[in-house]
């Protein structure tokens, strides 16, 4: 069973695309709000029905139902509002983590944790340090998320298909997120055969701050968000092997100890099978240590 912990908007949205990509037999939405995990699930059952999907989806404000599941996804929290940056939401949601996760260790012991809730990283690094998991059994959406959207516009600025564009987002899931023009590629060709630097440098930017402009026009980021977390629960469950960047423990790799920010792994039926360590430049390194910088800052206001 997949348990998805928040029936927001984001959350029934992870529960459709898993259902509709055949993750589980079973997957169950958790919310303390009465009804709305319950009605959330009958609308997706409705629409599994006419297409023939047998995969059952329940909803339920027990926590004791996610007894046995073996993975799950927490995007328990408040919402970032138009205006509001992630940190915002740091000790709203550090608290809503911190007890979503006293229940997993409860009821789902051996499961793994995909931690969703904004800030991500920090709010991964307490799920990792309030759960006392291995590391490779917590690990946070937020690169994937980012990189769909780098995606994005490289095929709108290259006119490509989507299918033929790679690319790769790391560090934090933030203002300091760093988008890697130099390791993404049409079809296996780099980006600046393609690109002048002066426009690769505006995608940048545009990654970076396309998810504000979502959150000015309709109030919240769903559909994509909702898909990155399938991805990676895909790759858990089926053991592709997927290199990911997700929030996960750093513990001396890219020089970094004791913090959680996304590196590019390996996804598999373990967990993060490997982190891939980047020969990353100066001017990315110097990026990539300001998102750590700024994740350091934040978790050593938390009390865990």
């Known amino acids: 069973m997949i348990t998805i912990i928040g029936s927001g908007k984001v959350g029934g949205d992870a529960a459709l695309f ?47 139902d996610m007894q046995g599941s073996k993975i799950v996804v927490v995007v328990a929290g408040s919402g970032r509002k138009p205006g509001m940056t992630r940190m915002d939401l740091l000790k709203i949601n550090a608290n809503v983590v911190k007890s979503v996760v006293e229940n997993i260790k409860k009821y789902a012991n051996d499961s793994m944790i995909i931690p969703v809730t904004n800030p991500l990283d920090p709010m991964a690094y307490v799920t990792y340090k309030a759960s006392g998991f291995e590391k490779n059994r917590v690990f946070g959406m937020g690169g994937m998320l980012d990189l769909s959207r780098f995606r994005q516009f490289i095929h709108e600025a290259t006119g490509h298909s989507r299918d033929s ?55 919240a980021t769903v559909h994509a968000p909702g898909n990155a977390i399938s991805a990676i629960v895909e790759s858990v469950v089926r053991d592709r092997k997927q290199v990911i960047p997700v929030a996960t423990y750093l513990d001396g790799e890219y020089g970094h100890s ?47």
Request: a negative charge; charged letters at 25%.
């Open 258 to 304: 004791d913090v959680t920010i996304g590196v590019p792994a390996i996804i598999g039926k373990n967990g993060v099978e490997k982190i891939i360590e980047l020969d990353l430049n100066d001017k990315e390194k110097q990026a990539f240590d300001a998102g750590v910088k700024s994740v350091k800052d934040a978790i050593s206001g938390i009390e865990i």
């Open 18 to 64: 898993s259902a509709l990509k055949r993750l589980d037999d079973q997957i169950l939405l958790l919310d303390v709000v009465d009804g709305l995990p319950q009605g959330e699930a009958m609308d997706i059952n409705h629409m599994l029905s006419e297409q023939g999907n047998d995969v059952d989806v329940t909803g339920s404000n027990n926590f004791a």
């Open 165 to 219: 564009i790679r690319a790769l987002v790391i560090g934090e899931h933030g203002e300091n997120m760093l988008p890697l023009p130099r390791f993404s590629s049409v079809s296996g060709i780099p980006l600046s055969s393609f690109l002048t630097q002066e426009k690769l440098d505006e995608l940048v930017q545009n990654t970076k701050h396309v998810a504000a402009k979502v959150i000015e026009l309709k109030g």
